[in-house]
Every structure is written in structure tokens, then in C-alpha cells.
């Protein structure tokens, strides 16, 4: 509903909004297919009752490249951009990229590694 809501406003004035809201929609979709994903992954796992490492690697894929986005987010935010008019972001446009990246592979590898550890301990009990 309130996706909806954001829809019909963007629409309404989409002559007049700055960049930062095109990104908090993109945010609103990336929430939406993080959601769906999670959702598909729960429902295999309930209808076949065990656990599927593909699903788990796409929903923390989906939930890493939301945060990422986020963190996108808010480092532009501080760095004044959508405040200023004229903020200096190309002038630090390789740092970012660079800060981005690193953030995106340290929390994909952190979150596939605690979901390995947790689940797999779950599979191998199953086993036993």
C-alpha cells in the first residue's frame, strides 16, 4: 500500500523531485524483491522440508545489495548531496565506488558465512 502511495506521488510530480527520491523509489523496490525472495526461499524450504543453499545464497545476496544500497544512501547524504546544490561527489566519485565495493564484499561474505555456519549446523542435525 504505502509502495502504491509513493507510486502515485512520484507520478504526480515527477517534474519536480530531485534525484534523492528516484533512489529512496529504487530502495522501495529493492525492499519489495528482498521481501519476495525471502519469501520463495521460505516456502521451498517449508514444501520440501529441507533447505536449499541456492535460495539462501540469492536471499543474502538480495538482503546485501539492499544494504549496500543504503549504505549508498546515507554516505551521500553526509557527503551533502540532495542538500547542496552543487555537492562535490565527482570529485570524490572513485573513493566512494571504492568504499561501496568493499562494504558490498565484506557484507556478502559475512552474511554467506554465519548463514552457512547457522544452517548448516541445522542440516547436519537433521542428518544424525
Same mark, same amino acid.
Request: zero cysteines.
Given at each position: 500500500? @504505502?509502495?502504491?502511495?509513493? =507510486? @502515485?506521488?512520484?507520478?504526480?510530480?515527477?517534474?519536480?523531485? &530531485?534525484?534523492? *527520491? %528516484?533512489? #529512496? /523509489?529504487?530502495?522501495?523496490?529493492?525492499?519489495?524483491?528482498? /521481501?519476495?525472495?525471502?519469501?520463495?526461499?521460505?516456502? !521451498?524450504?517449508?514444501?520440501?522440508?529441507? &533447505? %536449499?543453499?541456492?535460495?539462501? $545464497?540469492?536471499? +543474502?545476496?538480495?538482503? /546485501? !545489495?539492499?544494504?549496500?544500497?543504503? =549504505?549508498?544512501?546515507?554516505?551521500?547524504?553526509? #557527503?551533502?548531496?540532495? &542538500?547542496?546544490?552543487?555537492?562535490?561527489?565527482?570529485?570524490?566519485?572513485?573513493?566512494?565506488?571504492?568504499?561501496?565495493?568493499?562494504?558490498?564484499? @565484506?557484507? $556478502?561474505? *559475512?552474511?554467506?558465512?554465519? $548463514?552457512?555456519?547457522?544452517? =548448516? &549446523? +541445522? /542440516?547436519?542435525?537433521?542428518? !544424525?
Amino acid at each position: 500500500i @504505502v509502495g502504491t502511495i509513493w =507510486g @502515485v506521488f512520484m507520478l504526480i510530480y515527477r517534474n519536480s523531485l &530531485i534525484s534523492l *527520491q %528516484h533512489f #529512496l /523509489s529504487l530502495l522501495l523496490v529493492l525492499e519489495f524483491i528482498e /521481501s519476495l525472495v525471502w519469501f520463495l526461499m521460505l516456502w !521451498v524450504s517449508n514444501r520440501t522440508g529441507t &533447505i %536449499h543453499w541456492a535460495w539462501l $545464497t540469492a536471499t +543474502v545476496l538480495t538482503s /546485501s !545489495v539492499k544494504r549496500t544500497a543504503v =549504505g549508498l544512501l546515507l554516505l551521500l547524504i553526509s #557527503l551533502g548531496y540532495g &542538500i547542496m546544490n552543487k555537492a562535490k561527489i565527482s570529485d570524490n566519485k572513485r573513493l566512494i565506488i571504492i568504499i561501496i565495493t568493499f562494504y558490498f564484499a @565484506v557484507s $556478502t561474505a *559475512q552474511e554467506l558465512v554465519t $548463514t552457512y555456519i547457522r544452517e =548448516g &549446523i +541445522v /542440516s547436519s542435525d537433521l542428518e !544424525v
